[in-house]
């Protein structure tokens, strides 16, 4: 079921009526887009493809006119170079040579030559003309300025026909000297509008075949994207089954691509919540039922306090204590939220053999009981020392409360390897009631105690819970060893890595 807030229109003192966008509205604004991740990313590919492809096409046909070009400048040239070959030759007909009959030598070259398509070789003889190729695509004789330009040059000279009925041509006009004398020139015409005209069909062909790729690659490109982007849509969808009913759902996650490490961290982020939630809930449970027993009794006696002096002062004496507890209780939840900020530790250099000796001397007030000293190691760490002697102090505190008088307390702080790196052990160890096995992962949980904890204490269960939380907060942890009617033993454990280097001595 979706729920929106409806707006509501107010009047401000100028009597203009303003009017709030709905939850609803503001969602779709911001959830909706004008096109999809899937059309967004096709479109982009088809764009640099066409792009890529027009490119293309238009590189392939500049490439194929320039060579084009080249090839007919080349055409060009070897038509003269064979026609001056012929000039100092001989006449196949009379086996005579040619001399200076350049109608000779221009009929027996016309004879032999086969023209490429759109070529004309046309032979001027004493500024006349004298032949042409055979059905040539424009009769050039025609233009009597161009025919007069041609028949007046006394060295070679290339040229240009821009327009004409069988459209633009490039010329090579070249003299032909005999015995020292112009006899005539000969002119070689390439109208390339035939060739060209297959260029340009050969690039329509190449511009048909890329539109057809693109159209495949636009419908393989959306079926592709559709089955990569489904573990985002399977994302979306389990986000949305989330909301409305709880963190229990997971993301099937295929491949080792990046959708594939979105989903596994997707599902990592949920495993996170999931237990947040859960012990928020557990938290939020466990508090108030801790928070009610003494609201309870201050209320109760609040209702019952009567106008006797005696009976008020009692009465204002019991709900201090109980006002007391819950302060306490609300200090060490505090406590223990700012544990899980950045701030929660002000590390520095820490002698670990004076802070534990400072903590002896404080914990010997805490009850009469037989405290020791263990095993000190003049060990040197990098750690939060208020911290340290806080979790130190609470577990003395807690040994207290479940030991009797005469029972020993010994504190020791020792290296797990002597001489070596390695970790550091703070321990407290008492010879009390002891801890049944199913009760010792247990009491490190919040508002948690041992099943004989209301015999001996009247705390709210959150003393080891702070304990673990600065172990947690230096890397480290809490280890617990009970035997059941003979003491337990809690140790501190920090890591390698708070450890600096110094001289390692043992003490007591």
Partial sequence: MTMTTQGTTTQGTTGTPTTTTTTTERRDRRWRPPLGLRLRLLGWALALLAVASLASVVVIRQVLLNQLENRVATDMRQEVTEFRRLVGGQNPTTGQPFGTDLRAIADTYLLRNEPQPGEVVLVFVDGAFHRATTDPPYDVTRDSALVRSWTELTDSRYGRIAESPAGSARWLAVPVVIDGAVRGQVVVLEFGAERRAEIDRAVRLMALACLLVIVVVAAGGYLAM????????????????????????????????????????????????????????????????????????????????????????????????????????????????????????????????????????????????????????????????????????????????????????????????????????????????????????????????????????????LGLAIVAAIAEAHRGGVAVDSVPGAGSTFTLVLPPSVVRPTTDGAGR
Avoid: C
């Fill in 226 to 461: 559709g089955r990569a982007l489904r573990p985002l849509r399977t994302v979306t969808e389990t986000a949305r089954t989330i909301e409305e009913t709880d963190l229990s759902r997971r993301i099937e996650v295929t491949g080792t691509d990046e959708v594939a490490d979105l989903a596994d961290t997707f599902n990592g982020m949920l495993g996170r919540l999931h237990r947040a939630f859960a012990a928020q809930q557990a938290f939020v449970s466990d508090a108030g039922h801790e928070l009610r027993t003494p609201i309870t009794i201050v209320r109760g006696h609040l209702e019952l306090m009567g106008e006797d002096p005696e009976e008020r002062a009692e009465t204002v004496a019991l709900i201090t204590d109980e006002l007391d507890r819950m302060n306490r209780m609300v200090n060490d939840l505090l406590m223990l939220a700012r544990a899980e900020q950045p701030d929660f530790l002000r590390p520095g250099t820490v002698e670990i053999a004076m802070m534990v000796h400072d903590v002896y001397a404080k914990a010997v007030a805490l009850g009469d009981r037989n405290w020791r000293l263990g095993d000190i190691h003049e060990i040197t760490v990098w750690a939060d020392r208020q911290r340290l002697t806080q979790a130190l102090m609470q577990l003395a505190q807690n040994a207290v409360q479940f030991t009797d008088a005469g029972d020993t307390i010994e504190l020791s702080a020792r290296a797990e390897i002597p001489g070596q790196p390695g970790r550091v052990l703070l321990s407290v160890r008492d010879t009390g009631v002891g801890i049944e096995p199913a009760d010792r992962e247990r009491i490190f949980a919040r508002f948690a105690r041992a099943g004989h904890a209301r015999r001996h204490t009247e705390g709210a269960g």
